[in-house]
């Protein structure tokens, strides 16, 4: 039944966004460290709307106006975070942003339960974060009712790194603490059972409400409530009320089959249950090991398809963490809360402050102090089935004590995920990565495992709340890929929209080398801010005209120490890389000034790849410089509906010979190598793929 209802997704109609709406009512809020969102909801739909003054509008106010809808656009990369599903599948329809909304001009309308609901969870946040000037109150917050948002990026990578996020945000972890302290504070009282159980079961309910209905929370409380109202009867269905809970949520909400959480939630608790009469026998400790080793196996397929990446202490780090929080963590959130509503003396206060600055410095430093998760490229169905399989058999003997067929089978799982990179079909892949507005290109030597990024985009985007541009365009790619490290960032010129990830990228995966023109103006101010956490080596382009990256030879055409520009467009590299059989002419933002420069020194240049200068500007890509040149594709990297009006008609006019690859039409543009053929494929259209073999010279 719980497999049926799961296929309502594939079989469930998505919204069709709208652009705009009249009217909005405040249903909630979404808090963060410095700011507040609001929940907005019109004619059924639920909107995240973002204030740039710092108002609060009360809730059931109802605001009228025009109020521009915002929905991410299709994904333009050969990545799976897709930003539309991530909207659905937790309840959004879209995002507003507005300067400013006066409150006065909004009318109360009458408020619904979850208002209410929501109203008791704003007045227990504000009396937290009043009682306390600490900043333990974020992470007293986000432990007590899931405010996630209180989580800063370096903090939830920390996290993500050690394994223990479910730790630190509300989980069956939490429900089933909150259940034991319940029932044996209850006891003490000397309460009769059934009392005890009322009890339980309406505090529980609250939660819930105070949760949102996370997937996590909601199959926790379900199951420890229904199973509360079963126990009247002697009975614990253990899989028919998990298999329930999955129902329900999937009927309220088919997407979330879609969610990492309800995934990895449903799968460990599942599997759990049915090996849980294997450690019910044994002692604290040996029960809290194999049912860690169980959870952990459990979820290695479900992490390695959605996040593509497999941790390598996750047990060991639960092992540590997990009686930390439930006898130190858990038991002082508890405390706080019942100071909060009555007195919260000031060495209470001074104490919570130095366990969880504590705390949260020894996570990171754990974090930070060895490789906890590799990158694993995407699995295809073989290797999806093989390692589902392998995991199955790895509980199956945990479970029955055959220790020795455990680690065999462990080893067979380590060497699969080692062949999944090892071996590539091709030998070399150059990658157009869609940033927008921007450049960024993905050089791949599949026999020496050698990567090379060239450029990295760069733009800040109000209405993406902050998020950095590589997060959603470089970083999962290279994820996706198994790229652990990159052997060389090669830097064109230090303009904004070619290197301003580049700071961001090397705090997220290790980077040996730089390739660089150290006399761009630029380069001094941005060398200042890296200098402290880039540890590799800084090559300088203008000592080394050819260098070569595993089989990939990068030629410097452009420029020599005699040049003397202010410009940084001017200072930019011009490369030739010979990829295999073929070869790539990447030009930055050159202009045509430095084309005929460049035309004047080398002479005529043959390429089969040329990447037009300066995201296809009429400034650039000139008459003279093609008529010396010999290209078959021609690469734009530009955004969509860029502000400069990139490409310009004059030079699409100019290059009409050529077989374009526009970013701003086709997305990210992929080509593969292999001997002396050549595949290209695109995102966004599909019927321009093809391949090509190099004639022989």
């Known amino acids: 039944m719980t497999a049926i209802v799961s296929m309502a997704v594939f079989m469930w109609s998505e919204k069709i966004p709208v652009e705009s709406v009249p009217a909005l009512t405040i249903t909630g809020y979404k808090y963060y460290q410095d700011s507040i969102a609001h929940i907005a909801s019109f004619d059924g739909r639920q909107y995240d709307l973002y204030l740039e003054a710092p108002v609060k509008l009360p809730v059931g106010a109802r605001c009228t106006g025009l109020f521009e809808v915002h929905v991410p656009k299709e994904n333009r990369n050969f990545i799976k975070m897709d930003e539309r599903v991530t909207l659905q599948i937790n309840g959004i329809d879209g995002r507003i942003y507005e300067p400013s909304i006066n409150p006065a001009e909004c009318d109360q309308t009458r408020k619904t339960a979850e208002m209410y609901l929501n109203e008791i969870r704003d007045s227990y946040m504000e009396r937290v974060l009043r009682i306390t000037e600490q900043d333990y109150r974020f992470d007293i917050l986000t432990l007590s009712i899931g405010n996630k948002s209180y989580i800063t990026s370096d903090f939830f990578d920390a996290l993500q790194k050690l394994g223990i996020y479910h730790l630190y945000v ?50 926790a409380v379900f199951m420890t409530v229904v199973l509360i109202a079963t126990s009247f009867t002697r009975h614990k269905p253990y899989l028919s009320v998990i298999s329930l809970s999955a129902i329900i949520q999937i009927m309220f909400n088919p997407w979330i089959v879609y969610h990492a959480g309800f995934q ?51 047990i060991v780090m639960n092992l540590i963490f997990v009686p930390l929080f439930t006898f130190l963590i858990f038991p002082m959130v508890i405390l706080f809360n019942v100071l909060t509503f009555t007195h919260l003396p000031a060495i209470v206060d001074v104490f919570y402050a130095q366990v969880f600055s504590m705390l949260r410095h020894f996570i990171v430093v754990m974090a930070n102090g060895m490789n906890h998760r590799i990158a694993v490229g995407n699995l295809n169905s073989f290797w999806f089935i093989v390692l589902l399989v392998l995991t199955y058999w790895m509980i199956r003997s945990l479970c029955l004590k055959q220790l020795r067929r455990f680690v065999i089978l462990t080893g067979c799982f380590g060497i699969s995920i080692l062949l999944i990179d090892a071996y590539s079909y091709n030998d070399y892949t150059v990658t157009m990565v869609d940033v927008g507005q921007g450049d960024a290109f993905v050089i791949e030597d599949h026999i020496n495992k050698k990567v090379i990024l060239l450029d990295t985009g760069g733009q800040f985007y109000f209405k993406e709340t902050g998020r950095k541009l590589s997060d959603r365009t470089v970083l999962p790619y290279l994820k996706e890929l198994g790229i652990n490290r990159i052997d060389m960032l090669i830097i064109s010129h230090f303009d904004l929209d070619h290197m301003g990830e580049s700071h961001h990228i090397m705090t997220k995966i290790p980077i040996d080398h730089i390739y660089l023109n150290v006399n761009d103006p630029g380069f001094a101010q941005w060398h200042d801010s890296i200098k402290s956490q880039f540890h590799g080596k800084i090559v300088n382009a203008l000592e080394a005209q050819e260098i070569k990256v595993g089989n990939i030879m990068i030629e410097r055409l452009f420029p020599d120490n005699s040049l003397q520009e202010e410009d940084a467009n001017r200072n930019s590299l011009v490369l030739k890389m010979q990829v295999g059989n073929f070869s790539f002419l990447f030009t930055g933002d050159t202009d045509k000034k430095m084309e005929e420069k460049i035309i004047k020194e080398r002479g005529k240049i043959r390429a089969d790849v040329l990447k037009l200068a300066h995201h296809g500007s009429d400034t650039s890509t000139g008459e003279h410089f093609l008529s010396n040149t010999a290209f078959t594709y021609g690469l734009i990297s530009a955004g969509v509906d860029n502000r400069f009006g990139h490409p310009h008609p004059e030079v699409l006019e100019r290059v009409e010979d050529l077989r374009l690859l526009d970013t701003t039409e086709h997305g990210m543009v992929r080509f593969t190598i292999k001997n002396n053929k050549m595949c290209v494929e695109s995102k966004l259209n599909a019927p321009l793929n093809h391949c090509i073999k190099k004639r022989a010279e």
């Not at 509300?170 to 005890?196: Q, V």
């Not at 249950?273 to 049912?291: A, T, V």
């Open 170 to 219: 509300i989980s069956g972890t939490h429900i089933a603490f909150i259940s034991g302290i319940l029932f044996y504070t209850l006891n003490r009282l000397r309460l009769d059972i059934t009392a005890i159980k009322l009890v339980m079961m309406a505090t529980l309910i609250m939660f819930l409400f105070l949760n949102f209905f996370s997937p996590s929370v909601f199959r």
């Open 264 to 314: 990895l939630s449903y799968t460990t608790t599942f599997l759990i249950i049915l090996s849980r009469n294997y450690w019910s026998h044994y002692g604290f400790f040996i029960q809290l090991l194999g049912i860690t080793l169980i959870a952990e196996i459990s979820t290695l397929v479900v992490l390695l398809h959605q996040f593509n990446e497999l941790s390598i202490s996750g």
